[in-house]
């Protein structure tokens, strides 16, 4: 269609959505095109451009018009029968089924806490390099990364950063942590 041939207050066919509906243009939007109301769901929408119209809407006969009356007054009187006023109408409070309680998981350690576990049985302080030659040779601590020292390193000093006096660790020399004596 062409922008001449669009009226306020006419009835046409519009692709919405995907869809091909009628509207009512109920007038002129102030950014440009229509702004108009979907007769199928009552809701307004922007015909931004004539393009979107794909002509007039055909005229319903009386009964038509009469039938589609009757549906919307039926579905109204419908929902105004089943309304709850809001006094009364208080949410239902759902309860869940409690979990049986499961059996707890074992859980390998993580690479601070094997750290934590050398340290211990060692006694003495030790650089990240040898802590984790000495986990991965008990076995308590698998990796594949190409520098776990490195990573090991990073994830201590971070520990003692964040926790200060609460952390497991404590560095007693550049490169070399022990157990912290809390």
């Known amino acids: 269609m062409r922008k001449d041939q669009v009226h306020v207050g006419h009835t046409y066919v519009a692709r919405i959505s995907d869809k091909l ?3 009512r243009i109920d007038g002129e939007n102030a950014h440009g095109g229509w702004d108009a109301t979907n007769l199928t769901t009552n809701k307004k929408v922007r015909i931004k451009s004539p393009a979107k119209l794909r002509g007039p809407a055909p005229e319903r006969d009386a009964k038509q018009r009469a039938k589609a ?3 919307t007054q039926a579905a109204d009187a419908s929902i105004n029968a089943h309304a709850v006023p809001a006094e009364a ?5 759902q309860t869940r089924a409690k979990k049986v309680a499961a059996e707890p998981k074992t859980r390998k350690p993580s690479g601070l806490d094997a750290a934590c576990e050398v340290l211990k049985a060692r006694g003495e302080p030790m650089t990240c390099k040898a802590i984790v030659e000495e986990m991965l040779a008990r076995g308590m601590w698998t990796t594949g990364g190409k520098t776990p020292a490195s990573t090991l390193h ?3 000093c971070r520990e003692i950063q964040a926790k200060a006096g609460e952390a497991r ?3 007693t020399d550049r490169g070399q942590f022990t157990i912290n004596a809390k």
């Open 89 to 93: 109408a208080a949410p239902a409070k």
């Open 169 to 171: 660790f404590k560095k």
């Open 69 to 71: 009356v009757a549906e």
């Open 21 to 23: 509906t009628r509207v």
């Open 154 to 156: 990073a994830a201590i």
